[in-house]
Structures are given as C-alpha cells and as structure tokens.
C-alpha cells in the first residue's frame, strides 16, 4: 500500500468540483482511498483519520489545495496525482460544449441581459459576496444570498442598505427559498396555498414547507433571511421586513415564522409586529416560549389555522404519536446491546441539530454538540464524540472548501462508521433532506454505509421532502426502512423516539 500527495498553492475550485474529482478518483483501478480538499484544520483531522495524511501537509492553510491518494502501489498512487490535475483542469472547462447562448460575465450584464429579473442569486466564495450583493441592490434588485463566510458587519451593511431601498436581502447563508411557486437552492416541490413562512433557518424552512405540502396544504411565498438575521448584531432587520411583506400579500392567509435561537430583544419586536397584524401568526422560535414544541407543530397549526380547524385537534394528534413513540422505544431499546447507552446526531441541518438540543434540554444529560443550544454543553474536539453528541454538519468548519452535506454525504458516511463502531452508541440519529439542491441519489450514498451500522446499532432516520420533489420520499423512506432503519415523517418525531430509547437505556 502506498500513500502520494501534492499541494496545490492558494488553488481555488468550487467545492462541488472538488467532491467530484475525489469520488472520480476513488473509483479508479488501483486505488482504495483518495481525497481532495481545501487545507482547513478540519479537513486535516479528517485525513489523519482515514489515514490519508501525509507530512507535506504539514503548515497548509485554508486556502491551498491538499490531494491525498492511497493506491495499491506506488506507481499507481503517482498516476493518480497526475489524474487528478486532469480532473481539476477538465472541472474548469465543464459545461462548455460550444452553446452560442450569451453568457454575461458580470452582474451587470445579467441585468443588462435579462432587465425585467428582480433578484439576484447570488453563490460566489464568501470574501466577493458581500461586494456583489451590493451591486444588486444599487441596480435596484432583490438578492438571495446563498454565499457564507459573510462578515456581520458586511451583513449588516447590506441589510441596512436593502431596508432604505424597499428590497429584501435573504442571507447570507440563506439556502432555502421558494417564491412565486419558484424553488431556490436547497428547497422542495410543494403546493401552492395560502400560509407563507419566513424563516431564519433553511432546512427549518424546508421541513415546515414539506410537512405543510404533505398535509394537503399550500405555501404563497417561503421567504429565508439566513441564521444570523435574528440575532442581537443584525437585529431581525429582514425577518421583519418578510413578515411585512407576507402581511400586504393577498395570497397569503396564515403566517407562520421559525428560527434559530433569537436573541431575546429581537424575538419582542417580531412578537409586537405579529400582534399588529390582522393575519393569523404561528410562531417556532427554538429556545423560545412560544406555546410551540416543534417546527411538525408549527407547521400542523399552520394548516390547522387555515383551515379553521380548533388547535386542539393538534395537541390530540401529537399525543396519540407520542405514545406510540414511547411504545416503540420499549422495543428498540430491548434491541440495544450491554454497553450501548448514547445518542449520536449527524445533521446534515442546523435547526435539525438545535432542535433536537431543546427537545432534549430536560430529559438527556450530558450533551454536547458543536453548535450547543438549550443545555448543551460545546465540544472539545468536533471530531470526537463523547458521551450523547449532536453534530450540526453543515457548520462552517466542515464546510470550508467543501460541498455542503446535504450534497456530499462523504463526511458524514465516515462519521457514521465511527460511531457505529463505537460500543457506546445505542442510536444514530439521522436527518435525510430531499428537495432540489440536495443529493439526487441519496440511496446510493446511504445503502452500504447504513447496511453497516445497522447491523451494530439503532439507526433512526427522518425523511424532509415530498413525493414531488426529484428523489421522492415515498421512495426514499421504502428504501431507508429496507435497510432496517427505522423512519419517521418529521425530525421532532425521530428525536422524541431517540431520546425514549435513550431514557429506556437509563443513560
């Protein structure tokens, strides 16, 4: 066995682009590991762990390109550096196969091009995006702002700037939206109807759209502002321009906000402006009172307000689920082996992982995670569980230089081996995210990995999406059950069940 690397100096490819040349490698005759990624300190820990590290790396940084093959001989593992430069050069010229369709190469010629647009997407490295997004706004456009790594006070900047102008700036880290009917980024395949949302939290967005659309209801507009909007240094600047919007739209007849944890000051003035509105509100705020459990409740009332149906017709339904959740964790948690005593979360969603933190605040302890909320308490090392860990994947340290996992599920299917492995883990808790944006084929990511773990511990998995989205749930949720996991409709759902097993197992 041999192991061969190189370092491409301050390189810059996209991270989708990168994701595809290490797979492409991997796939080779000869080969049995490769990976190739931006120099973050992450990134480092995660070579060491597959033993692809090699010393050269030594004093990388987050801008150079590290390309590690393990080969079953070193002629082989010297080829495949040399492929490598061929997949990386032929990942540039993608897409150009002589289309004589003007293609603009500025934010001005876009607009120039196609003059009636009124947003502008915008998903560059973050260091230009806060430059680009200003540009819209100047022309006088909406933006979505898929890009992170935007300082605050660039945020903030554009915000202010967006509010004097009339315009919205969704982000940055904003990767869910659907407008007009219109799905963008990490977003599903939903009915029209008439309950808008805004949101602070993408896949909080997604699960409460999905939930409503599987209900047999409609989403008017879906409007994201990214995480940070609500917090104290942003000050809810677009949620609470979205919620104004949402109230002036006819085609909207029940409002419905979730977000991450909010500062407490901004949570009073969205709760003052709610209170205003002659519309119905429903509220999710993680972390805050708001008579709400969970994004299924939220988006349930939602449908229910619409339909103007009694809200305890809810509360009923919710009981009855929870029961028979505490029934099945009886039978799972005789399933676990001696020893077996921790939850371990692997979200691919941020609000997934906080969300599961508030349900649990009360009942599990210790808790760690990366990104603590509630009780939690901040990991030592992001790379190493300990005791019940919930790990939110999408965080920027796992996403520098690389695709986000909803798309590459690589970090994650490493991470589940780990912990399967580990004699500790009574349950592994998995959140499976459908929708445009997300990974076309996540049975083909998830099938060898999942065939694995089950055999060593729970796996308990909840499905966001529609049987309209381009994966379809119906499907995905068959295939997942097949393998022995066991699925639930909604995260809220899969976390109660995990945390009864949890409590069974008198952890």
Known sequence: MCISGKIKKGAYYDSVALMNVGKALAGLPGVVDAAVVMGTRENAGILERSGLWQELFEGTTDSDLLISVKAENEETATAMLAEADELLTASLKKGDSGDTAVTPWSLEGAVNLLPDANMVLISVAGRYAAHEALKALELGRHVMLFSDNVSIEDELRLKQVAHEKGLLVMGPDCGTAIINGVPLAFANVVRRGGIGVVAASGTGLQEVTC???????????????????????????????????????????VILLVSKPPHESVVAEIQKLAASLSKPVISFFLGADTGVESLEAAALLAVASERGEPTETVAERLRARDAELETLAKTEAAKCRPGQRYV?????????????????????????????????????????????????????????????????FSLRNQRIREEANDPETAVILLDVVLGYGSNMNPMEELDAVLREAVGKTRVICSVTGTDQDPQNRSRVSAALKALGAVVLPSNAAACKLAGNIIRELGA
């Open 211 to 253: 939930l409503i659309s599987n209900e047999g209801a409609g989403i008017s507009q879906a409007i994201g502002t990214g995480g940070r909007d609500v917090k104290k240094a942003i000050g809810g600047i677009m949620f609470l321009d979205a919620l104004r919007a949402l109230a002036e739209d006819d085609e909207t007849k």
């Open 344 to 408: 371990r979360g692997l979200f691919s969603g941020g609000t997934f992982c906080s969300e599961a933190q508030i349900l649990w605040k009360e009942s599990i302890s210790p808790l760690y995670s990366n990104a603590p909320a509630g009780s939690a308490v901040k990991m030592k090392d992001v790379l190493q569980s300990e005791a019940n860990t919930v790990i939110d994947l999408g965080e920027d340290e796992f996403t520098v230089g690389r695709p986000h996992p909803m798309i590459d």
